[in-house]
Nanobody, 123 residues
Framework: QVQLVESGGGLVQAGGSLRLSCAAS????????MGWYRQAPGKQRELVAD???????NYADSVKGRFTSSRDNAENTVYLQMNNLKPEDTAVYYC?????????????????WGQGTQVTVSS
């Protein structure tokens, strides 16, 4: 299968910055989609930003102008640079990737999630 490992979360004051990373590993053939989602306590998981196979980047309205996502295809890694953080950005941030990998049965589709990384913004 394909594993995703996130890093870079932490505690920061309002107005500060953090950079999240998500690295995919395994017998990956291709990744056509990578996205960042977040889930705050008592709320549903929501899309923050995603990148498709054409490198088109989509952002949630709440983070436009503050967050920037980028992707390193050679390293199967996606980044989320978060600037001017606000207390309402506090959540667990998850990485998602969709693509194809090599299994014992040949090429298979994967849809994997990371374990999540906590981002806490204090006021």
């Amino acid at each position: 299968q394909v594993q995703l490992v996130e890093s870079g979360g932490g505690l920061v004051q309002a107005g500060g910055s953090l950079r999240l990373s998500c690295a995919a590993s395994g017998s990956i053939v291709s990744i056509r989609y990578m996205g960042w989602y977040r889930q705050a306590p008592g709320k549903q998981r929501e899309l923050v930003a995603d990148i498709n196979s054409s490198d088109t980047i989509n952002y949630a309205d709440s983070v436009k102008g503050r967050f920037t996502s980028s992707r390193d295809n050679a390293e199967n890694t996606v980044y989320l640079q978060m600037n001017n953080l606000k207390p309402e950005d506090t959540a667990v941030y998850y990485c998602n990737a969709v693509g194809r990998y090599i299994s014992d049965s040949g090429r298979q589709r994967f849809d994997s999630w990371g374990q999540g990384t906590q981002v806490t913004v204090s006021s």
